[in-house]
């Protein structure tokens, strides 16, 4: 019995610890991820979508412009007291009594100098540009928390070049310290040696510090505050060289101009601008209107007295008074507005206007473009170079450094000649880190300018 209460109470103990464990868990967060979320909770993610609607739901105003309207209009009102008719006579009438009218009317529009289909064709042209808007946002958000991915990716390995950097002094710290002690090696290497731990430290912190700033500010990026709850996975930065596809650059800026949703997006406004000026044009013309419907104008008296007499003859019923007095009416209404005031003239030329600087917006658009691809181009040319001088680099400051610290072991070398050594290996493994991550950004930037 005592083992069962035992277990009992060793189950109730973890339990509640398994459950705070796994509130507490981190989670680690891979570039997909973290993409995944941002496009999730993007602010101008969410603003482009609200934008994609709110062009749709014009484009279905226009069509419904090409739709006969439907309207009902009903009136009652109740008359009552003394009238004196003058037209043929003078005769003193008095009666009380009820009417009811309604209408049942529809227009539909024949023509109207062609501004319903011009701005229906505006209205679905300014649906695909916010389209391609939405996916040139989605590619900017993805873009922009991959550089920023990659930059922790960069700490990272800084971090851990300072911290084996760091770990090297001081153990030499160590090593000159019991030498020192023993009176066989100077004073001054070891205070030189501490100077130098102290600044490898200093730079690990600065390393460190960027490195929990960067987190954060990725984190903030794809909106999340609870930033201990989350950490970023380590990644190894894609050094291999573009494939055959990606050697043109004339082709890459060809397949930017086909492909880039911002580009289809600009190209689109001096369309729309066009079918505006159609639109506006349509007041020049004249506009044609088929109308139709049902009126009733029926009516019930209470009382009629001419001149003193009762003259009320027999009704219909109440009824069949208000609600079988129904007539038909057709008509073919033609308007045209001859002169408006100039109205017409001034939104035609200033649709023109429009037209004009949307075309310009366009041609600078074609020329950022190509300038962006070639200078990106040419910048992965040289990240590519980077990456073999770096390699290079680093494989000569690590044996420039294990063959100074062997001679500086046996004492045929100074402590100056190894710090330095030292300080050129750290440079290189740096460099390699920065021409690794240099690499890998300039191909996203390409992908990015050529809208993948």
């Known amino acids: 019995m005592r083992l069962l209460y035992l277990i009992i109470f060793f189950l109730a103990i973890c339990t509640p610890a398994k459950n705070i464990q796994a509130q507490d868990s981190v989670q680690v967060l891979l570039l997909d991820d973290c993409i995944r979320i941002g496009l999730d909770q993007s602010t101008h993610i969410l603003l482009s979508k609200d934008s994609l609607q709110i062009t749709g739901a014009a484009l279905l105003g226009t069509y419904g412009n090409f739709l006969p309207n439907l309207a009902f209009n009903a009136n ?20 009380s009594g009820s009417q009811m009218n ?54 990272r390995r ?6 084996q950097n760091l770990a090297a002094s001081t153990k030499r710290e160590n090593q000159l310290q019991e030498l020192t002690n023993v009176g066989r090696n100077a004073m001054s290497d070891l205070y030189q040696q501490q100077a130098e731990t102290s600044s490898d430290k200093l730079f690990l912190i600065q390393a460190q510090e960027k490195l929990k700033n960067d987190i954060i500010l990725l984190l903030r990026k794809i909106k999340i505050s609870a930033t201990d709850k989350y950490t970023i996975a380590e990644m190894a930065p894609d050094t291999l060289p573009l494939g055959a596809e990606y050697e043109n650059v004339q082709d890459l800026i060809a397949k930017a101009m086909q492909q880039r949703p911002d580009v289809k997006s600009l190209a689109l406004n001096p369309k729309i601008a066009e079918w505006q000026i159609k639109q506006f044009k349509s007041g020049y013309l004249p506009k044609l209107n088929l109308q139709g419907g049902l009126v009733s104008n029926g009516g019930y008296l209470n009382e009629l007295y001419v001149n003193g007499v009762n003259t009320l003859g027999p009704q219909e019923p109440l009824g069949k008074a208000y ?113 690794d991550v240099s690499l890998a950004l300039q191909k996203k930037i390409i992908d990015y300018y050529i809208g993948q």
Do not use: C, M
């Open 76 to 95: 009652y009102g109740y008359t009552s007291g003394k009238n004196l008719l003058t037209t043929a006579g003078p005769v003193l009438t008095k009666s």
């Open 102 to 155: 309604y209408q049942l009317t529809s227009t539909i529009n024949i023509f109207n100098g062609l501004s319903d289909y011009s701005a229906l064709k505006a209205a679905t042209l300014s649906k695909s540009a916010s389209e391609f808007n939405l996916e040139r946002a989605k590619q900017q958000i993805a873009f922009d928390i991959s550089q920023s991915f990659l930059q922790i990716i960069l700490d």
């Open 158 to 163: 800084i971090v851990q070049y300072d911290s």
């Open 323 to 435: 609600f079988g007095q129904v007539y038909g009416a057709v008509a073919l209404n033609l308007s045209w507005n001859i002169f408006d005031r100039l109205y017409t003239k001034t939104n035609v030329s200033i649709a023109r206007i429009y037209q004009r600087n949307a075309q310009l917006l366009n041609d600078d658009l074609a020329v950022q473009v190509s300038a962006d691809i070639k200078e990106a181009y040419n910048d992965y040319l040289a990240a590519l170079q980077q990456i073999e001088t770096s390699k290079r680099g680093l494989y000569a400051a690590t044996q420039a450094f294990e063959v100074v610290q062997g001679k500086y072991n046996v004492g045929q070398a100074t402590f100056v000649e190894l710090s330095n050594a030292q300080i050129v290996l750290l440079q290189a493994q740096v460099s390699k880190a920065q021409a």
